[in-house]
């Protein structure tokens, strides 16, 4: 079976990396064998998720900041379910496809978003769009960028929810023990209480992206 394409197997570990409509992230799979044509499935990703409405803009000389940005929304995501053969590679340098769904649960990571405002003295404080937005003593203040990603993990909120995918894995894969693979496939995801990502653009509770992934991995 296995000179035949067939993939046969006991588990396999898959890493994967995968650009979506609204981000982009890292994941790792672990699949357990359960029928020639079925898989048990469990799945972490790490994520981080992006507004539509997000627009950079230059500030200062060699810096820019994102207009208005509220927060940086992380995500890690665990997630149990199930992989379908459903078409073998009949040889070794065929592709296999095989249908894949799977849900669990979600923590949602807020980090939120400073600029550096300098005010007419020259002084330079770290600020959100919120604090800079409602203080009149900014009138008169500049934006020389954004903060940088590691301003603003002392004040992280964490926003629990729940996800569901569901994909199409394509293994082009030379070799049944190696994974080489191309995966599309649609995420949706539920938090229990809005996520605050722009100023002003209303809040949600409900994510919904497609998404793009390439994987590498092996089978024993």
């Known amino acids: 079976m296995e000179e035949e394409g067939d993939l046969i197997f006991n588990k396999h570990n898959i890493f994967g990396i995968h650009v979506a409509t609204d981000g982009y992230g890292i994941s790792f799979e672990k699949g357990k064998f359960k029928t020639p044509s079925k898989t048990l ?12 409405k997000e627009k950079r803009l230059s500030a200062g000389d060699f810096s820019s900041v994102v207009a208005y940005k509220l927060n940086n929304f992380y995500q ?18 065929g592709v296999a496809v095989t249908a894949i769904y799977t849900g669990g649960l979600s923590l949602g990571i807020l980090k939120p978003y400073y600029i550096n405002v300098v005010d007419s003295t020259g002084n330079q404080t770290q600020q959100t769009w ?15 960028g954004g903060s940088g ?8 909120t964490l926003k629990p929810g729940i996800n569901a995918k569901t994909a199409l894995r394509f ?14 496939g649609l995420t949706g995801e539920y938090y229990f209480s809005k996520i605050p990502l722009v100023y002003i653009v209303p809040y949600k509770n409900f994510f919904f992206n497609a998404y793009v992934a ?4 092996s089978r024993k």
Not at 149 to 156: D, I, K, R
Not at 214 to 217: N, P, Q
């Open 41 to 52: 499935l469990f799945q972490f990703e790490l994520n981080e998720k992006k507004s539509q």
């Open 76 to 93: 890690f995501k665990v997630a149990m379910g199930e992989q379908f053969l459903i078409g073998g590679k009949g040889n070794k340098n």
């Open 130 to 144: 919120t604090q800079f937005l409602n203080d009149p003593y900014n009138y008169n203040a500049t934006i020389s």
């Open 149 to 156: 990603v590691f301003v603003g993990w002392g004040h992280v």
């Open 171 to 184: 293994d082009y894969g030379r070799f049944n023990e190696t994974i080489t693979a191309i995966e599309v």
């Open 214 to 217: 390439i994987m590498f991995g």
